[in-house]
T-cell receptor, first 113, second 113 residues
Framework: GENVEQHPSTLSVQEGDSAVIKCTYS??????FPWYKQELGKRPQLIID?????GEKKDQRIAVTLNKTAKHFSLHITETQPEDSAVYFC????????????FGKGTHLIIQP | DAGVIQSPRHEVTEMGQEVTLRCKPI?????LFWYRQTMMRGLELLIY????????DSGMPEDRFSAKMPNASFSTLKIQPSEPRDSAVYFC???????????FGPGTRLTVL
């Protein structure tokens, strides 16, 4: 099955700086890579996703890049704000018709004022 | 749309008791997923259904866990008998189609004493 590795586990950045979270996956047939943000005590919320037919996608301050050859993808947050503080999860769907998302272990992002 | 609905939101029970968690997916969504979240193991896929049919239950920890989806608008996850190590937040998620964006419910926080 799919295996998703995520790092770092904790990331502390100054407000206004950029944050980058990286993930690798094992199944070369995986074709869908979403990112979720989870605030304390709340549900994971989809913030951006990318499919294997594109290399980059942006949505305001958030961007995701995908390198299929190296089997890794990254989340980039620019001009970080206090409300960006949360746990971020990457995920991948295995290929071959399976539809169960495999999640990384999460990155606790801390925005320092 | 009300989003994915889960009940109860909190459940405290004693070891050995039966626990039933409930989920109503977003109307029109054809796939439903049950996840478990703990600090140690992160977000784990337990089982998912497509068009009410269980597709992959390889994540169900053991025979004490069972899940059903009698119709397109309702699913249950049952634990019988419950054990303290089952304490976790259980999330239900749904998606409109295979490989589509999936949306999480608010979760059920289960505590087994």
């Amino acid at each position: 099955g799919e295996n998703v590795e995520q790092h770092p586990s904790t990331l502390s950045v100054q407000e206004g700086d950029s944050a980058v979270i990286k993930c690798t996956y094992s199944d070369s047939a995986s074709n869908y890579f979403p990112w979720y943000k989870q605030e304390l005590g709340k549900r994971p919320q989809l913030i951006i996703d990318i499919r294997s037919n594109v290399g980059e996608k942006k949505d305001q301050r958030i961007a995701v890049t995908l390198n299929k050859t190296a089997k890794h993808f990254s989340l980039h947050i620019t001009e970080t704000q206090p409300e960006d503080s949360a746990v971020y999860f990457c995920a991948a769907i295995s290929g071959g018709g399976a539809d169960g998302l495999t999640f990384g272990k999460g990155t606790h992002l801390i925005i320092q004022p | 749309d009300a989003g994915v609905i889960q009940s109860p939101r909190h459940e405290v029970t004693e070891m050995g008791q039966e626990v039933t968690l409930r989920c109503k997916p977003i109307s029109g969504h054809n796939s439903l997923f049950w996840y478990r979240q703990t600090m140690m193991r992160g977000l784990e896929l337990l089982i998912y259904f497509n068009n009410n049919v269980p597709i992959d239950d390889s994540g169900m920890p053991e025979d004490r866990f069972s899940a059903k989806m009698p119709n397109a608008s309702f699913s249950t996850l049952k634990i019988q008998p419950s054990e303290p190590r089952d304490s976790a937040v259980y999330f239900c998620a749904s998606t409109e189609r295979v490989g589509g964006k999936r949306y999480f419910g608010p979760g059920t926080r289960l505590t087994v004493l």
